[in-house]
């Protein structure tokens, strides 16, 4: 069975130089650089898919690692976006059998977002990567809403990655550690996927996918704890006036992704709120670097072929329009 792992990061040393520039550089780019991750990021040839051949992943999808551009001035997140687009689009073109790529927005610069969504999907991007908040503009802001219609347009998933909470929250609740610990806790340590979960939870309520109802969201870490919660969310549908309880929207517009977390109890509560024909493969290269042996062992607590081989690469293949086995 062939193995498609989306949500695969990369870095643009051009978008690094310039977030460090800006006068609050975002903390989490950090992370890219303990061991050897900022080596693993910026290789998009000979050494990431050798990396792939050894965990037996056949096609990767390639996202810019975060926090993209978001935090960039209008002007500046629309040329690197246009930059980081083009870089990925000529990486798939030198490997075409083995990387596709979501595309790269510049949210700051909202009346932009929509035309290099329609001109990256024209390069040939399957897919694009938001986050949930660009300076104090949330992702549901109705000026995004043009995006959204191109995207559910043109059949381009928005995965919707974690980012770091903003400094008011942060200042009230993710400090007061060592700086490390607070890095860790407002990211990828509980903060990040708070916020991804709350985003993904305020498109909903904001009557998103009712507007929209070709739409497909991707959320990764096995949907940023919201899947977990929906008992309490669904009481939110009356209140917000939607005609359909929030777990009904996850289950007909929302994937999730494993992102290398591979705990068969997460799998078996994921199944317990939808089904695998809404799961997807993802390792959160090179974040998470599990083996081959890793992987197949966590494939083998889905029950049937048929599952396995739609996890594996089936649901990555008609979302994103992938064929897995092309040369």
């Given at each position: 069975m062939p193995l498609i792992g989306i949500e695969e990061h990369w870095t643009l040393p051009e978008l690094t130089s310039a977030l460090n520039?800006?006068?609050?550089?975002?903390?989490?780019?950090?992370?890219?650089?303990?061991?050897d991750t900022g080596r693993r990021l910026a290789d998009l040839g000979a050494g990431r898919i050798?990396?792939?051949?050894?965990?037996?992943?056949?096609?990767?999808?390639l996202a810019l690692t975060p926090p993209g551009t978001h935090p960039l001035p209008?002007?500046?997140?629309?040329?690197?976006?246009?930059?980081?687009?083009?870089?990925?689009?000529?990486a798939v073109s030198a490997h075409p059998a083995r990387f596709r790529s979501l595309s790269t927005l510049p949210m700051?610069?909202?009346?932009?977002?929509?035309?290099?969504?329609?001109?990256?999907?024209?390069?040939?991007?399957?897919?694009?990567?938001?986050?949930?908040?660009?300076?104090?503009?949330?992702l549901d802001d109705p000026v995004y809403d043009d995006f959204f219609a191109a995207a559910a347009a043109l059949r381009q998933p928005v995965f919707l990655h974690p980012?770091?909470?903003?400094?008011?929250?942060?200042?009230?609740?993710?400090?007061?550690?060592?700086?490390?610990?607070d890095l860790?806790?407002?990211?990828?340590?509980?903060?990040?996927?708070?916020?991804?979960a709350t985003a993904?939870?305020?498109?909903?309520?904001?009557?998103?996918?009712?507007?929209?109802?070709?739409?497909?969201?991707?959320?990764?870490?096995?949907?940023?704890?919201l899947p977990f919660w929906l008992d309490r969310a669904d009481s939110l549908a009356r209140l917000a006036g939607l005609p359909r309880p929030v777990s009904d929207y996850l289950r007909s517009n929302v994937f999730l992704t494993t992102s290398g977390m591979f705990n068969p109890a997460l799998l078996h509560h994921a199944l317990a709120v939808t089904t695998t024909d809404r799961l997807i493969f993802s390792t959160d290269y090179p974040f998470q670097q599990p083996t081959r042996a890793e992987i197949?062992?966590?494939?083998?607590?889905?029950?049937?072929?048929?599952?396995?081989?739609k996890v594996r690469s089936a649901n990555a293949a008609a979302l994103f329009g992938i064929d897995p086995t092309a040369p």
């Amino acid at each position: 069975m062939p193995l498609i792992g989306i949500e695969e990061h990369w870095t643009l040393p051009e978008l690094t130089s310039a977030l460090n520039a800006v006068s609050r550089p975002d903390e989490s780019l950090a992370l890219n650089e303990r061991g050897d991750t900022g080596r693993r990021l910026a290789d998009l040839g000979a050494g990431r898919i050798a990396a792939m051949d050894a965990q037996g992943i056949d096609v990767a999808v390639l996202a810019l690692t975060p926090p993209g551009t978001h935090p960039l001035p209008p002007a500046e997140a629309v040329a690197l976006s246009r930059l980081a687009n083009d870089t990925a689009a000529a990486a798939v073109s030198a490997h075409p059998a083995r990387f596709r790529s979501l595309s790269t927005l510049p949210m700051s610069a909202p009346r932009h977002v929509a035309a290099e969504l329609e001109r990256a999907a024209a390069q040939g991007h399957v897919g694009t990567m938001v986050y949930g908040r660009s300076g104090d503009r949330f992702l549901d802001d109705p000026v995004y809403d043009d995006f959204f219609a191109a995207a559910a347009a043109l059949r381009q998933p928005v995965f919707l990655h974690p980012q770091i909470p903003s400094d008011a929250l942060r200042d009230a609740a993710y400090r007061g550690f060592d700086p490390m610990t607070d890095l860790g806790l407002a990211t990828f340590g509980w903060g990040w996927h708070l916020e991804a979960a709350t985003a993904a939870l305020r498109l909903v309520l904001r009557g998103t996918f009712d507007r929209h109802p070709g739409l497909q969201l991707v959320l990764g870490h096995w949907g940023e704890l919201l899947p977990f919660w929906l008992d309490r969310a669904d009481s939110l549908a009356r209140l917000a006036g939607l005609p359909r309880p929030v777990s009904d929207y996850l289950r007909s517009n929302v994937f999730l992704t494993t992102s290398g977390m591979f705990n068969p109890a997460l799998l078996h509560h994921a199944l317990a709120v939808t089904t695998t024909d809404r799961l997807i493969f993802s390792t959160d290269y090179p974040f998470q670097q599990p083996t081959r042996a890793e992987i197949d062992a966590f494939f083998a607590h889905l029950a049937t072929d048929t599952d396995r081989h739609k996890v594996r690469s089936a649901n990555a293949a008609a979302l994103f329009g992938i064929d897995p086995t092309a040369p």
